[in-house]
Structure formats: structure tokens, C-alpha cells
């Protein structure tokens, strides 16, 4: 990332969701030039959907003054493999079994491609313009909907054998037979208790055990969201301070587990969930500081992302577009 | 490790217990050409110690035809920092504070020299050498008086941000009040449950519990060894049997979190509990099968080190030498 000065200087990302693909045309400080937006359902087939994305992407890549200025494209996407630059049977998109969509945008618009998750992207974003910039190791966490994570191992993303690797949303943090059912099947995966509908089920399990006075008691138990929670919180409620202080102290715990894996420089968490700042990070932070191994101590920042959220994903597609 | 044909032919290995110091000189296959031991304690500092194992290896170096045939030197040890070179504050060792091991070797022997611990040693020794060959991806896991290990992505030692990474043995596994006290001052770490001695403690909670007949209660229960729970299992006694079952399953699970976090290729299992063989292994098999996240399923092996034991560690150390 030193001097691009003899090379082409910028990339494109695309963060392709069940619902929308967001593309930007991104220089090397991470400054979103050009951007566009198409639906990411209700195509033909694949091709169609790439197809219409070039004929978007033409006015974005112009203003940058054409192809030959983008040395490459990044694509975070769901069930996205490193390794084939496919899409695998991917649950929220239309396009069933391995999609070639590396293949297909690079015929298509001449340069390399390169595909991953969006949790892996995230890390990438982080490292090339984020909180991780000049960090060889780290460990992402993207609390949303789901739990996610992108590690970083000496300065490359961990893919493992298969390009699936890092799903620490899916490690099993409780083996209780109160473990929660998770929509992978199984029970107590971190997922299930950190994500942002984590915390509605928190919020809903301690309305119930506690006789406390909260505002969220106002609000349909079936329709609280994380949100509600933060708004709560933000208001001083003692009950909805209580929901982050669980949900923070399993993230901590489970953290303290990950750093004797990978003994990372830093966390760092990304999503929805981390706009509850301390509420959140403080809980966090005292969870991993009682647990982690006394090797570790005192090593790793509890960092959350410098990313502008509404960017951050398409940022994080593009860095793949460096490499 | 093609072809060494123009390159020096052999390396030094260093495998350093708390009681004696193993020196092997080995070559690119694995043979141990010469070997030499010294006791590690009784010397007057570092120094005498490193000028008395110079002079032990002279005969062994000779074998092969003296030092300029021979590459590097790799020392594996407790508590010793790759990155740094140095033995780091090891209760195991009469050295207190950080040992320049490396520096000390390499200055004597005028041939670079690297350290790590054991269990990263023992990945090393598997790659290079052993069960791992060709491998890119694997996690390494030593069941001994403690349990190590040494975790492999995309070819390389993870080593972390501190030399530190991948100690396994003490992710938490049980956060129950029930859960074991570690010597590590934690409670729950996987080693209390899945090293030797976690196996005789459990083989002391199953007596304790069960009214099975057994073997096993003709020995003061402070006594029994996990070498005990093999020689009963072996005459088909059924409590032996659960014992390695609940070790194994312990690991099993373990080892489905752990998937989450690398996606290897393969776990190899290494250390005197792997004696055990079937008794041990389908348990952590079967557990690791209904345990492990669907996108991982059938993908990882399960494999016994097939180093010989008593090389292994000597092996392990010299793979380093090849850096």
C-alpha cells in the first residue's frame, strides 16, 4: 500500500446482499469515488446480473477515467470462496449451487477478481484502511444478524483448507441443556447469544426471569429489537444495561478462548450491535480481562471499527482488490 | 525440501525437557544420523550449559562430516519465543528471565538457530516429516502431562502477535461450577480434562460415581495413571472404556470449535495418550462428527502423529533448522 504511484490506483468493491450490490470505485486511502447500486434479485440467471451491474458499474469507473486506471475488484459476498472465486449455494441468494462470479465480472470487465465473505472482507477493509491499518494480527468480529469473524494471521486472512474458515459466531459457548437453538442446527453457538437478535432473545429471557422496572417492558416481548435495547440504555434503563452486560460478557469470554488460538494484536468489532459503544465495550473488556490466559494478558486492544458503517462493506469488498 | 542436492544436508535438533537435553543431527527425511544427550539442570548459567553441550555435539557433528555440512539448528523448549529467540520466564528451567538461547547456540555453532515450544516443534516435525507431509492447513495437539499445540495455515506456524499463539490445552471447555481447577489458575481449560493427568482425575470422578466393577479399584485412586485406564481398557474393562470415551469426547467437541476458527485439513494427535489408539480416538471422532458445523462436516482427518515417539521430539526441533 506504500506507493501506488506506478501502478493503477484504484479498485473496485462490491458488497453484494440478499437484497441490494452496492459498488464503489475506491482509491488507496480508502475514498469511495464512485458509487452505484443495483437489485441483486430478480434476474434471468447470473449473467443477466452481471451484465447489468457492468452496464451501472460504466458511469462510476469513468469518473476515475476508465478501466485502465482499476487494477482490480473485490466482491464480499455470502458463501463466497477464496480459493474458486465462486459462490456456493449461497441460502439468501436466488442463483443456486457454485456460481463462477470471479470468472464472470473479470471476462467481463478485464482485470482480476477476487471473492470472499463478508466477515473476511470486513478484515481486509479494517487492515488496508481501518483500525487495523499496519496490524499483522487480528481478529474481526461483525456483529449483525449473525455473528461473523475475519482473522488475520500474520498479515493474511485465515482461509484454511476449504476457503470457510473463521465462523467463530458458530463456536459453542454454552453445552448447557439451556443452550439456544441456533438456525445452524446446533445449539449454543456464540451466535445466538452476541448478534443483534442475540440480544433481543437476552432481553426477552431476563424481562422474564427479573421483577426490575424497564422500558422495555412497554414494547411486545416478540417485537424488541437490539436497537430498543440501546434506546433504553441510552435512557439510563438499569434492565437493558443488564442485556448488554451479558451479551458483552460472552463476547469477552469467547474472545479470551479465540486469543489462545491466534494470539492477535487487537479485536476488532464491526456492526449494528458495536453502536452501543461502552454499554457493550466496557462488559467486553472486563469479561476478557478475567478470563484470558495470563500469557495473553494485557496484550490484545478491544477495538471497535474506524469504518463509516455504510461504507464500510463495499471498503472491505475493495481491498481484496489490491492483492 | 524437494531437493537439498545443493544445499547443506542435515540439521541439528535440540528437544530441551526440564530434566535432560536431547541433540539430534537429522536429515532432510527424518533419519537421525547421530544423536547426543546432556542433563539441562546443574550448570552455572546458560553459558556453561551451551559450552558443554558444544562439546557433546562434536562427535555427532563428525558423523556427518562436520558443521559446514550442516544447515541450521532448531531448539525446541518451553516457553520459548520464535520471534525473539529467547526461552522466556520457563518455570521448567533453573534460568530465570529471558534466555538468548538462539543467539548463544548460533554464536558457538556459527549456523542460524531457531526456537519454539514443543507442540509447535511437533507440527513442525509432522510437516516436515510426518503424518502432515504436504500438508498446508492441520492442528497439531500434544496430550502429555499438559496439552499443547501447534496450529498450521497455509504452511506456516501461527505464531501470533507475541511468539505465543496456540495454546489450545487452554481454551475453556467447561464454565460450570463443577468445572476443573487448571494450573494455569483458570477453571474448565480443556488440559484438565484431556492431558494424562486430566484422564486420572477423570477415571477418579468415574469411580466415584459409578458402581461398575473395575480393574481400576484395586489401586489407590490417587495413584491411578492413565497408563492404569489403558492396561484395564485393554483387558475390556468398562469403566476404562468410559473413561477414554469422556476424554475423548471432551476433545471431540473441543475439536469441532476449533475447526471454526482454521478449517484444517487434519488434527494429529501426538503425545503418550495416543497409546491408546481406537479407545481414544473413535470417541473424539464421533464427538467431533456430531459436534462440528455442517459447512466442515466430513472434511477434516483425524490422525495419529506417526513420528515414533521417542524421535519425535528431537524431530520435531531439527524441522526448524530447515527454515
Chains 1, 2 share one sequence.
Not at 485502465?68 to 442463483?95: F, Q, R, V
Not at 443452550?179 to 429471557?205: D, F, N, P
Not at 469479561?287 to 495470563?294: G, K, Q
Request: proline share 3%; net charge negative; with cysteine.
Amino acid at each position: 500500500m506504500e506507493c501506488k504511484c506506478m501502478e493503477k490506483p484504484y479498485v473496485i468493491g462490491l458488497d453484494m446482499g440478499g437484497t441490494n450490490s452496492v459498488f464503489g470505485v475506491v482509491d488507496a486511502r480508502g475514498t469511495i469515488k464512485a458509487q452505484t447500486v443495483i437489485k441483486t434479485r430478480g434476474y434471468k440467471n447470473v449473467e443477466e446480473y452481471v451484465a447489468t451491474a457492468i452496464e451501472a458499474l460504466q458511469p462510476a469507473i469513468e469518473v476515475v477515467g476508465g478501466i485502465e486506471n482499476i487494477k482490480g475488484m473485490g466482491i464480499g459476498a455470502p458463501n463466497a470462496n477464496y480459493y474458486t472465486g465462486t459462490i456456493d449455494n449461497a441460502a439468501n441468494l436466488e442463483w443456486k449451487g457454485i456460481v463462477p462470479i470471479a470468472k464472470l465480472f473479470s471476462e467481463a470487465l478485464g482485470i482480476p477478481v477476487r471473492v470472499t465473505n463478508d466477515a473476511n472482507a470486513a478484515a481486509m477493509g479494517e487492515m488496508t484502511y481501518g483500525a487495523a491499518r499496519g496490524m499483522k494480527n487480528f481478529i474481526m468480529i461483525t456483529l449483525g444478524t449473525g455473528v461473523g469473524s475475519g482473522i488475520v494471521c500474520d498479515g493474511r486472512v485465515v482461509y484454511g483448507s476449504d476457503g470457510f474458515a473463521g465462523e467463530l459466531g458458530h463456536v459453542i459457548v454454552d453445552r448447557s441443556p439451556e443452550a439456544r437453538q441456533c438456525g445452524c442446527g446446533r445449539k449454543g453457538c456464540l451466535e445466538t447469544y452476541t448478534s443483534a437478535t442475540g440480544v433481543a432473545r437476552t432481553a426477552r429471557l431476563i424481562l422474564a426471569n427479573s421483577t426490575l422496572e424497564s422500558k422495555l417492558r412497554d414494547i411486545n416481548p416478540d417485537d424488541i429489537t437490539s436497537y430498543d435495547v440501546f434506546v433504553a440504555a441510552e435512557a439510563g434503563d438499569k434492565l437493558a444495561l443488564e442485556i448488554f452486560e451479558e451479551t458483552g460478557r460472552r463476547l469477552g469470554e469467547a474472545c479470551a478462548d479465540f486469543a489462545a488460538f491466534s494470539s492477535p494484536e487487537a479485536f476488532i468489532f464491526f456492526g449494528g450491535l458495536t453502536k452501543a459503544g461502552d454499554y457493550l465495550m466496557n462488559p467486553i473488556r472486563k469479561a476478557y480481562d478475567e478470563n484470558v490466559l495470563f500469557v495473553y494478558k494485557d496484550k490484545a486492544k478491544l477495538l471497535v471499527s474506524t469504518l463509516n458503517g455504510s461504507e464500510a462493506a463495499v471498503l472491505g469488498a475493495s481491498a481484496l482488490g489490491w492483492e
